[in-house]
């Protein structure tokens, strides 16, 4: 190894080596400014508490999908203003609900998992859970019926 192989190899390790000690201070940096947006976004949930897997959690805690929408917007949907339960599905990710009947007897598709079948006895994979019973037949998912408890 000649004289300048040597010296090359060991300004590599020199600066390989100090490459930790430079990092360091983006990383903290980076950190400082994490944090306000972190903050931000608890202040924009407003404090929602999800309780779908049968205990109570803060929504950036929970692991499964969630659409959030305002007292206001279920309250319009229930009273068939002119956003109705089939416009949901442009604002919940996932989700889309169709009805060849109008506002009555919709069908509901998360992630493409649905029913094609346009018989109403027909079993629905999609299903509204309301104070634990499922309201698995289409007719008893005809009428809006939200828990705003």
Known sequence: MTFRAAALAAA???????????AAPAAV????????DADEAAADTG?????AQRRSEPLQNVPVSVGVLSGNDLTEYAAGAADTLLSLSGKVPSLYVESTT???FPRFYIRGLGNVDFYLGASQPV????????????VLKSNPVFDMG
């Open 47 to 51: 404090g929602i508490v999800v309780t």
């Open 12 to 22: 590599s390790l020199l600066v390989l080596g100090a490459q930790p000690a430079l």
């Open 127 to 138: 299903s509204i859970i309301q104070d634990d019973v499922v309201l698995e037949h289409v």
């Open 29 to 36: 940096e980076s950190e400082a400014t994490a944090a306000p």
């Open 102 to 104: 109008g506002r009555i």
